[in-house]
């Protein structure tokens, strides 16, 4: 039997962490107490999944402390929240590594660092790190993420120029270019996103550029079009082609 998996935010109240217990469960559990005495005369196994903030929760540690005690694994993980039907971002958030594993639809955001000249509008490339468990040793756009629970599209777009390129933008530079979806399978995971896709013109010295080692191998500039001609041949990567045509349209 498997074991059941049980969710908690550590960005939610006490009452919702409990309620959302209860409905697991299916049945009520008001407080540690409770929870203590029904992991106690149950005879299932579990596993909790708590979300990675460092915040202060105490409801969310007595939760894990209980698990830890009646000797069910606790899991820390990023928590993603779930895009429903029309495409929103819902208040419904779960563990990344099983997002992946359920294939459910997901945000995301792709940042494009461009540079417009005479010889035509580059764009910055980011080589994925091999340890990467998604497109390893591929090149990639500028720099791309998952949105966190609780957070949204142009802050992680922020988030994840500066933590992967050493590179601190302003909102302001951000120019959203739309939305597209992707879905991607390789060996258990199912990555299946919603992205949204953003541009950013600011003027960029590479020596700003400051790759971080465990997301990104190395960087370097390139030519739209030229880049387009030789995707089909002998370049690694994993960009996709309908983002490159979205920046020629905004630029022109």
């Known amino acids: 039997m498997q074991p059941i998996e049980i969710f908690i935010s550590r960005l939610a109240e006490k009452d919702e962490i409990f309620s959302g217990i209860s409905l697991t469960l299916n049945t009520g559990i008001n407080d540690v107490t409770d929870l203590q005495k029904y992991l106690s005369d149950s005879t299932a196994e579990y596993r909790l999944y708590v979300s990675d903030e460092t915040n202060d929760n105490t409801a969310a540690d007595e939760v894990v402390k209980v698990f830890e005690n009646a000797g069910h694994p606790v899991i820390k993980d990023e928590f993603l929240n779930i895009i429903d039907e029309s495409d929103r971002i819902t208040t419904n958030s779960k563990p990344r590594s099983l997002v992946h594993r359920d294939g459910e639809l997901h945000p995301t955001v792709h940042v494009w660092l461009i540079r417009r000249s005479d010889m035509?509008?580059?764009?910055?490339?980011?080589?994925r790190s091999h340890t990467k468990d998604i497109y390893p040793d591929l090149w990639d756009v500028s720099a791309a993420g998952h949105v966190r629970q609780g957070q949204e599209y142009g802050i992680t777009a922020i988030k994840e120029t500066r933590e992967e390129l050493g590179l601190e933008i302003k909102r302001e530079k951000l120019e959203f270019l739309g939305f597209r979806k992707n879905s991607h399978i390789e060996g258990s995971i199912k990555d299946n996103e919603?992205?949204?896709?953003?541009?950013c013109r600011d003027e960029i010295d590479?020596?700003?550029i400051k790759p971080c080692p465990a997301e990104v191998s190395e960087v370097g500039w390139a030519e739209i079009d030229e880049l387009l001609s030789v995707m089909d041949e002998n370049l690694k990567s994993c960009i996709p082609v309908e983002e490159l045509e979205m920046i020629k349209k905004a630029v022109f």
Do not use: E
């Open 194 to 199: 919603l992205t949204a896709v953003f541009m």
């Open 206 to 208: 590479d020596s700003m």
């Open 120 to 127: 035509g509008i580059y764009v910055l490339l980011q080589k």
